[in-house]
């Protein structure tokens, strides 16, 4: 049972304009929800992440919107360029104990020139 | 300073082979962690190891088995090898109250014929 749902698998957007990468959970205690960006034949890296007490973190180009009530989140990437293109990966984790991060299925983002 | 090294980068093995994948950070951190990634599936945790001495299975744990041989090294050992772990294999590294973030490695290529 996925317990973090990514949508959409795949995205191609023009350069210049917004990617946008949405994900559900289901588990309430998830009180940290970090993004990971993957480059092909490379780890993830963290991109950036946000804590369920604020509603919105901007890091650059970079935005995360956070819907408690909904426990949805998402990803926002602003004036999207060819090098944004890599694999996304939502994830969330109980902040507590071991830290195990639940992701994503993925979503492989395509910016076109 | 390397951060998470993984070794072999590629491996392939026959059927019922064993082998074990290799893990070091240098980052002094107490938890780490092995994952899997599979296409459409994300990542999936398969062992952690929220400190020196302890281990705990993860998600899929079925047909593997981990060793924290001190803080440093982390090793996951496939003790006869099948066709459905042929998968890309990630570690990664944390420290609990240093905000959350994983750190992984480059990640080792497994194919089982």
């Known amino acids: 049972q996925q317990q973090v749902k990514q949508s959409p698998q795949s995205l191609i957007v023009q350069k210049g304009g917004i990617s946008i990468i949405n994900c559900a959970y289901e588990n309430t205690a998830f009180d940290y929800f970090p993004w990971y960006q993957q480059f092909p034949g490379k780890g993830p890296a963290l991109l950036i992440a946000?804590?369920?007490?604020?509603s919105e973190k901007k890091e650059g180009r970079f935005t995360i919107s956070f819907n408690k009530s909904a426990k949805q989140f998402s990803l926002h990437i602003m004036d999207s360029q060819p090098g944004d293109s890599a694999t996304y990966f939502c994830?969330?984790?109980?902040?507590?104990?071991?830290?195990?991060?639940?992701f994503g299925t993925g979503t492989r983002l395509t910016v076109i020139p | 300073n390397a951060g998470v090294t993984q070794t072999p980068k590629f491996q392939v093995l026959k059927t019922g082979q064993s082998m074990t994948l290799q893990c070091a950070q240098d980052m002094n951190h107490n938890s780490m962690y092995w994952y899997r990634q599979d296409p459409g599936m994300g990542l999936r945790l398969i062992y952690y190891?929220?400190?020196?001495?302890?281990?705990d299975k993860g998600e899929v744990p079925n047909g593997y088995n981990v060793s924290r041989l001190n803080k440093r090294e982390f090793s996951l050992r496939l003790e006869s090898a099948a066709p459905s772990q042929t998968s890309v294999y990630f570690c990664?590294?944390?420290?609990?109250?240093?905000?959350?973030?994983?750190?992984f490695g480059p990640g080792t290529r497994l194919t089982v014929t």
């Open positions: 190891s929220a400190s020196e001495g302890t281990t």
């Open positions: 994830a969330a984790s109980i902040q507590t104990g071991a830290n195990n991060l639940f």
């Open positions: 946000i804590r369920p007490d604020v």
């Open positions: 990664a590294s944390s420290e609990p109250g240093q905000g959350g973030e994983q750190y």
